[in-house]
């Protein structure tokens, strides 16, 4: 059975740092492409950042470039989202997701490549 876990969430101020873990079980990552979402409420879901399978090509959404960082771990069969200098506006649910597509620069942002998704983490940047 695939499944993916999110990890890593919390409360933050302003101006801090977290790091999203997304763990497989079920699968090897390294075969898929792995990208973040966020939803924060009333809002519509959006893509963060993704990357991509075997060449580990990475994409960012303009409003987290030069802040967040992508990153896999094959040994661990793990991606990580290292996200610094957040801002209130980052708050949401963020998910990882997954897909044997490949995915580019055209399609990485659209939710509905991905047929695997984890359960979401929640974070929260306030003072």
């Known amino acids: 059975q695939l499944r993916l876990v999110e990890s890593g969430g919390g409360l933050v101020q302003p101006g801090g740092s977290l790091r999203l873990s997304c763990t497989a079980s079920?699968?090897?990552?390294?075969?898929?492409?792995i990208a973040w979402f966020r939803q924060a409420p009333r809002k519509e879901r959006e893509g963060v950042s993704c990357?991509?399978?075997?060449?580990?090509?990475?994409y960012y959404a303009d409003s987290v470039k030069g802040r967040f960082t992508i990153s896999r771990d094959n040994a661990k069969n793990t991606v990580y989202l290292q996200m610094n200098s957040l801002k209130p506006e980052d708050t949401a649910v963020y998910y990882c997701?997954?897909?044997?597509?490949?995915?580019?620069?055209?399609?990485?942002?659209?939710?509905?490549?991905?047929?695997?998704w984890g359960q979401g983490t929640q974070v929260t940047v306030s003072s």
């Open positions: 990357i991509s399978r075997n060449h580990d090509t990475t």
């Open positions: 997701a997954a897909d044997p597509k490949q995915m580019y620069n055209t399609n990485w942002f659209h939710d509905d490549n991905y047929n695997y």
């Open positions: 079920g699968f090897t990552l390294n075969n898929y492409a």
